[in-house]
């Protein structure tokens, strides 16, 4: 796969660079998954934190990163320094990104034995906003050398495939490998996974370093002088961003609310210990890992929009059995499949924020990959604050109890109208919105392209 990928852009250095590069994607991807799939259930099931806290957590959450994301992505784009405007975040932001990880999950045992709410509803919230100000800090930085380092279709479909694979690592170690270290109602051995996880979040940052120097790139692009409100403005005028913006939150909502409760399906509906949890997990991973190729090659032949609405009519209609059947057996198998059209969605965001980048670049003959990226992170955020508020609402209206022996049969179809009938939901809101506003097909972005190098010769 490196070898082939090798060739396919001509020099082994710039091969190298583009494999360095996408090793962040191992420890994005631990950061992440472990984060979405474990905080809901670590926090009410093992922390005994009431669960209508959750949403008050991520509202406050949300709120944070209308500021923070666009603000940092903003302030990226400005940067000058003597080793690049990207590369310093990451240098200097992925050693306490890991500790702030790691504080989350390292609350005080006398913390939770004192079983004070307000307290441990501030630790949370605290430990989290350091946590979502760092990780914003370095990740932002790192999405937004995408659309920088690579520049043709070709290559940012190869290197997007690329990213997903070496990401496959992260997602292993988050939800594969960590629920056969950690038990239920266990602390002492969440801590345990948590610092080996830690341990190759550390290495994918190291490993990074190399293909995150963006010093050479700086030099090629002109300092802008717009305020942060004018380029805000301008951003939000963009009709395919914000029809991208909203439907990824959708559909972010959608794979975020179906993680989050696989621990509470395989706890109280399959009746399984914490490992089972990896071989539903592991089914999912092992799909996608291989649909990755076949999707970009579906994005650089019929474009990204086309690969997001097939991936979620598909992801929607692949629910449907796991609402009916809720066997150990007839789960895996469905996780399993879910993870072709998973691969697609997991494939094509940053493709189509690529696109719209261009698209942007040569309307205003700006470069601000930071900003759109920046509002893109809001927007996902935004969707965890919905899958908060979502679960929160479900589950208690059908009477769900983190402290009971058995759940009533009103709590168990909570549990499968979020793993399935929301997501499904979710989907549709997305498909609707792509489908209908979202038209920046590859021949426009062509098109514009071809017309701006012509004035550039007028120009020479």
């Known amino acids: 796969m490196i070898f082939c990928i090798g060739l396919q852009l001509d020099k082994k250095k710039r091969t190298f660079n583009v494999l360095s590069y996408a090793s962040l994607a191992i420890s994005s991807a631990i950061l992440i998954n472990f984060f979405n799939t474990r905080i809901y259930n670590f926090y009410t099931d093992e922390v005994k934190l009431n669960i209508v806290y959750i949403p008050i957590v991520m509202t406050i959450y949300a709120i944070w990163n209308a500021v923070n994301d666009p603000l940092f992505g903003w302030l ?16 200097f932001g992925f050693l306490p990104l890991t500790i702030a990880f790691v504080a989350i999950w390292f609350i005080p045992i006398s913390l939770v034995e004192s079983q004070n709410q307000v307290k441990i509803f501030l630790y949370l919230i605290t430990t989290l906003l350091i946590f979502d100000t760092l990780y914003t800090i370095v990740i932002l930085n790192w999405q937004t050398l995408y659309a920088e380092k690579f520049k043709t279709t070709k290559e940012r479909n190869l290197v997007a495939a690329l990213r997903q694979l070496i990401a496959i690592i992260g997602v292993i170690m988050s939800v594969v490998v960590s629920p056969l270290i950690f038990e239920y109602n266990n602390l002492e051995s969440y801590r345990k996974a948590i610092l080996i996880i830690a341990g190759f979040v550390l290495l994918g940052f190291i490993l990074s370093i190399y293909g995150c120097r963006d010093k050479e790139i700086m030099k090629t692009i002109k300092p802008q002088s717009s305020s942060y409100l004018v380029e805000l403005k301008e951003v939000l005028k ?3 961003y914000i029809a991208f913006l909203f439907a990824f939150c959708f559909a972010n909502v959608a794979y975020l609310t179906l993680l989050a409760m696989v621990p509470y399906f395989n706890k109280w509906i399959l009746n399984q210990p914490a490992k089972f949890e990896s071989y539903i997990y592991g089914a999912g991973v092992v799909t996608t890992a291989i649909f990755f190729i076949i999707w970009a090659r579906v994005s650089f032949k019929k474009g990204p929009k086309v690969v997001f609405l097939t991936s979620a009519v598909l992801f929607s209609f692949l629910l449907i059995p796991l609402f009916f059947f809720a066997s150990d ?132």
């Open 76 to 91: 990226s784009d400005k940067t000058r320094t003597r080793i690049g405007r990207r590369f310093p975040y990451i240098l």
């Open 238 to 240: 963009n009709k395919n």
């Open 329 to 460: 057996l007839s789960t895996i198998v469905l996780m399993g499949i879910i993870g072709a059209p998973l691969a697609g969605l997991l494939l094509i965001p940053e493709i189509l924020i690529g696109e719209i980048i261009d698209d942007d670049y040569h309307k205003f003959g700006k470069k601000r990959e930071g900003i759109f990226f920046g509002f893109y992170g809001f927007a996902v955020r935004i969707a965890m604050i919905l899958e908060a508020s979502v679960i929160s609402l479900i589950l208690g209206l059908t009477g769900y109890n983190a402290n009971a022996y058995k759940q009533t049969e009103t709590a168990i179809i909570g549990i499968k109208l979020l793993i399935v009938v929301v997501p499904i939901i979710c989907f549709v809101i997305g498909i609707i919105l792509m489908a209908s506003f979202y038209d920046l097909s590859k021949k426009r972005i062509a098109r514009e392209k071809a017309k701006q190098s012509d004035m550039d010769l007028e120009i020479d």
